[in-house]
């Protein structure tokens, strides 16, 4: 299948998912809004326009619907690692919005960093024990990536003020937003951090999982029951400290129909 066509195929079985959910609540409020999802889904499809004139303009043929009027601030292309990612203002929502995009099907250093399930200790204050995957983790932090999402979130905030940020991916897009979402809370100390990701793989082990968890609590993983990126890397259950772990909370779409609907599980 051509890439336009699985992106579009991929972005229809989120939205089904999506139009077909119901909320996830918590005593005090519900934390999964399907309206939120709908929207964040179309933001994350618009990351793989390929014309980046299109994308920036926000003139691309999935910029508008949900998105329309969206303004770009800055667009970050690390051509060396096939990565990409944008941060921009969401007036309606009167919100940062960060995307990262997922893996492109003709980038062997996509599929390296995929594939490259060797773990690393992570350096973060109060995360002793903790390990994640190597390649997405390096994917964000040692790229042009990190710098250039920072340096967008201060140039949207600097005009439009302390504004929430929504940090969104898909697929191996997911995991470098879920890095980028705990970075911003826990090395910068940003508060009003949302994180929905689509399709993300596992990027840590149980510990890393348990504190993602305490810094973001409320961070959403959609995922569809038939794909298998959310399985990988694997689980082996002879080894819990070592294998990898998801964080939590997940809304698992199960069945496509005109009566579809989604089980959720923290």
């Given at each position: 299948?051509?890439p ?9 079985m989120?939205?089904?998912v ?12 519900p934390i ?17 326009t390929?014309?980046l ?8 043929e999935?910029?508008?619907?949900l ?18 990612a ?9 919100a940062?919005?960060?995307?990262f995009?997922?893996?492109?099907e003709n980038?062997?250093q996509?599929?390296i960093?995929?594939?490259?399930w060797k773990?690393l ?13 190597s390649?997405f983790?390096?994917?964000?932090h040692n ?8 340096r ?21 897009g ?9 970075d911003?809370?826990?090395?910068f100390?940003?508060k009003?951090?949302i994180?929905?990701t689509f ?11 348990s504190?993602?968890?305490?810094y973001l609590?409320n961070?959403?993983r959609v ?10 890397p ?5 080894f819990?400290?070592k294998?990898?772990h ?5 809304v698992c779409f ?6 579809s ?6």
């Amino acid at each position: 299948m051509e890439p336009r066509r699985w992106l579009a195929a991929a972005v229809l079985m989120c939205l089904l998912v999506l139009c077909g959910g119901r909320e996830l609540k918590t005593k005090h409020a519900p934390i999964y809004d399907p309206a939120l999802a709908r929207t964040l889904a179309e933001y994350t499809s618009a990351v793989y326009t390929a014309d980046l004139t299109q994308l920036f303009t926000w003139t691309c043929e999935r910029c508008g619907d949900l998105t329309e009027g969206f303004e770009v601030i800055e667009l970050i292309v690390d051509v060396k690692n096939c990565l990409q990612a944008y941060v921009g203002f969401a007036r309606d929502m009167n919100a940062v919005i960060v995307v990262f995009r997922g893996t492109q099907e003709n980038s062997i250093q996509n599929w390296i960093e995929d594939l490259f399930w060797k773990q690393l200790d992570l350096n973060y204050p109060g995360m002793p024990e903790a390990k994640v995957h190597s390649g997405f983790y390096s994917a964000y932090h040692n790229t042009t990536l990190r710098d250039g999402v920072v340096r967008g979130i201060q140039k949207t905030r600097e005009v439009y003020g302390n504004i929430p940020i929504m940090v969104a991916g898909h697929s191996m897009g997911g995991a470098m937003a879920s890095f980028c979402a705990l970075d911003l809370v826990v090395n910068f100390g940003l508060k009003d951090v949302i994180l929905m990701t689509f399709g993300q793989p596992r990027i840590g082990n149980a510990v890393f999982a348990s504190n993602f968890k305490g810094y973001l609590p409320n961070a959403i993983r959609v995922t569809n029951a038939h794909d298998i990126v959310p399985h990988l890397p694997p689980y082996y259950r002879y080894f819990p400290q070592k294998t990898y772990h998801h964080f939590p909370r997940e809304v698992c779409f199960l069945f496509v129909s005109l009566l579809s609907y989604i089980t959720v599980s923290s």
